[in-house]
């Protein structure tokens, strides 16, 4: 006859036996695994910015840190003032860029709402015969008018043609209100090619 000291022990016996194969085998039968989680990946794209979603295309991006923006009048490049392009035509293309607007009266205790903008365009590396034209060039503001801007008196002018090998550079000025506005140009048949945003500031 079994003593009921000897009967506890057994009962104790088949319990653990019982809790070690649970463990083991975890809930569903099948072996359990216990290995930390990975971390969450942070967004990425192949720039490497941060939490830009990988489903959007690249070319949503504004940013390129290896290579120019390419503007042609089929797509037309828009980037920030201060920003070069690379204008790609038929039968040439050139690294333009728009730096501006310079504004006087910056500090003054009075800001107008109408203040006068001086830009400066720079043209380089061009691989063909350029046409160079204050006309060619214009800018709107933020209400969608348009602005015709004119050399600035007293500046040299620049060569009617840029040459491939040289660089030029030229101021242009215009009478514009307060805010935002593009610079754009169009050197052929009045095609825009490239854009620049920019911000009209006074105080």
Request: some cysteine.
């Amino acid at each position: 006859m079994t003593s009921p000291r000897r009967a506890v022990l057994s009962i104790c016996a088949v319990a653990a036996a019982v809790a070690t194969a649970a463990t083991a085998t975890g809930c569903g039968g099948a072996p359990a695994h216990h290995a930390a989680a990975a971390p969450t990946p942070t967004p990425t794209t192949g720039h490497g910015l941060v939490g830009y979603p990988s489903y959007l295309p690249k070319s949503t991006l504004h940013y390129n840190s290896d290579a120019l923006v390419v503007g042609t009048a089929a797509r037309p490049a828009l980037t920030s003032q201060g920003d070069p392009v690379k204008v790609v035509t038929p039968h040439w293309s050139v690294v333009a860029e728009v730096t501006g607007p310079e504004v006087p009266g910056e500090g003054l205790p009075y800001q107008s709402s109408f203040t006068t903008c001086t830009w400066t365009v720079t043209l380089s590396n061009a691989t063909g015969d350029v046409p160079i034209a204050a006309a060619n060039f214009d800018s709107t503001d933020y209400r969608g008018d348009v602005y015709k801007p004119q050399l600035v008196p007293g500046q040299p002018a620049p060569p009617k043609i840029l040459r491939p090998g040289q660089t030029v550079s030229f101021e242009l000025r215009a009478g514009e209100p307060v805010g935002e506005g593009l610079m754009r140009w169009a050197p052929i048949d009045g095609q825009i090619v490239a854009k620049w945003d920019f911000v009209v500031e006074n105080d």
